[in-house]
């Protein structure tokens, strides 16, 4: 793998593992019943990403949640002040990011 930044190309790739990203981003993954309309969601706590996802969804959304949380990181949007974003305009970048790379991989 090219460069110190590992990337979810590379895990898409086979490249690495989840466990490998995760490691590397510092994510701690929870599964809990969360009401039907919330896959999933992404937060920072302490030096820890908490990814929570939605026990009671199929195993492919909660795979394609997963990564969608996994873009957040990428995107940086952890990082920036919510004021700044409207929340649609987040999860639209990170759904647009996931379509890009699955496009990609999949070609």
């Not at 593992?17 to 490691?23: A, D, G, H, P």
Request: glycine share 4%; net charge neutral.
């Amino acid at each position: 793998m090219k460069g110190s930044v590992i990337v979810l190309i590379s895990l898409l790739n086979k490249e690495i593992s989840q466990e490998e990203y995760m490691s590397y981003y510092n994510i701690k993954l929870i599964k809990t019943a969360l009401p039907r309309r919330i896959y999933g969601f992404i937060f920072g706590y302490r030096n820890l990403n908490m990814i929570v996802i939605n026990k009671n969804i199929s195993k492919e959304k909660s795979n394609t949640t997963l990564l969608h949380e996994f873009a957040h990181l990428e995107l940086n949007h952890l990082s920036k002040v919510c004021l700044d974003f409207k929340i649609e305009g987040i999860e639209d970048e990170a759904d647009r990011y996931i379509d890009f790379l699955l496009g990609r991989w999949q070609s």
